[in-house]
């Protein structure tokens, strides 16, 4: 499968080409500042590292998006979803996640209204 063209950092001024929205040089800078300025608090406390050690056990176990392999697609998997989110009283637990590419995340996301 052909890949997308690689795009620049979206990092102001950096020239660096890259797969995703950042180069590896300034992602974690960029993940750090969203947490710090644009997350709540109490979503920090929610997903910590022990989230980041259940999120990735899981894609290594699902490494295919669940929404597009339903549709026959084999789409690697990028983020976790809960079924039933924390902020509704789900868990953290196996039958509570799925693996899902970015856009069908989005799409759910959309959907609830939520983002």
């Given at each position: 499968m052909p890949k997308k063209p690689?795009?620049?950092?979206?990092?102001?001024?950096?020239?660096?080409?890259?797969?995703?929205?950042?180069?590896?040089?300034?992602?974690?800078?960029?993940?750090?500042?969203?947490?710090?300025?644009?997350?709540?608090?109490?979503?920090n406390k929610t997903y910590g590292r022990a989230w980041?050690?259940?999120?990735?056990?899981?894609?290594?176990?699902?490494?295919?998006?669940?929404?597009?392999?339903?549709?026959g697609r084999l789409v690697p998997a990028e983020e976790v979803h809960h079924k039933q989110p924390i902020s509704k009283g789900g868990t953290h637990s196996q039958d509570n996640l799925m693996s899902l590419c970015r856009s069908c995340h989005n799409k759910i996301h959309i959907e609830l209204g939520d983002r």
């Amino acid at each position: 499968m052909p890949k997308k063209p690689r795009r620049p950092c979206s990092y102001p001024g950096c020239p660096n080409l890259t797969d995703k929205q950042y180069c590896p040089e300034h992602e974690a800078l960029a993940r750090q500042n969203y947490n710090k300025y644009e997350r709540s608090p109490e979503v920090n406390k929610t997903y910590g590292r022990a989230w980041k050690r259940i999120r990735d056990r899981y894609v290594a176990a699902h490494p295919l998006c669940e929404m597009c392999q339903k549709e026959g697609r084999l789409v690697p998997a990028e983020e976790v979803h809960h079924k039933q989110p924390i902020s509704k009283g789900g868990t953290h637990s196996q039958d509570n996640l799925m693996s899902l590419c970015r856009s069908c995340h989005n799409k759910i996301h959309i959907e609830l209204g939520d983002r």
